[in-house]
């Protein structure tokens, strides 16, 4: 199998998947943690905001961090500096958490080099929003 075949075979896995946590909301909606929120709502995920520094995101509770999430995430999604993804991919293994999606901009070498080493499933330089439209057709 080709690597874009697997790549896109682990996309629609992930996309199958139905309760995402996201890391680094915010309550700017030019902001690309809004968006990515926004989105997996609309797409009719259940989607749980994870910042320390908001309280809520338009009435829906934001936790500040894994330990606080009502629920066990299939997949955590990344809009953050790359410095908080790997220090937040560290947490995924005792959580029990093996899919990371790193949205563009969120990744780095030794973040995603972590998650190969640990059994986690990781995506980067690939964006969850444009993956949901053209799954959606």
Not at 22 to 30: H, I, L, M
Request: charged share 25%; with cysteine.
């Amino acid at each position: 199998m080709d690597e874009s075949m697997s790549e896109q075979g682990l996309v629609d896995q992930f996309l199958e998947s139905r309760v995402f946590a996201v890391v680094g909301v915010s309550n700017n909606t030019e902001k690309y943690g809004y968006r990515v929120y926004q989105d997996l709502k609309r797409g009719g995920y259940s989607v749980y905001p994870v910042n320390p520094r908001c309280a809520d995101i338009e009435g829906d509770a934001c936790y500040p961090d894994f330990a606080s999430l009502p629920e066990k995430p299939d997949v955590i999604d990344f809009v953050c500096p790359p410095a908080v993804t790997l220090e937040l991919v560290k947490e995924m293994p005792a959580i029990g958490v093996d899919k990371a999606w790193m949205q563009p901009g969120a990744e780095s070498p030794e973040a995603i080099s972590f998650c190969e080493d640990h059994g986690i499933k990781v995506l980067h330089d690939i964006c969850v929003m444009v993956e949901m439209r053209r799954k959606s057709g």
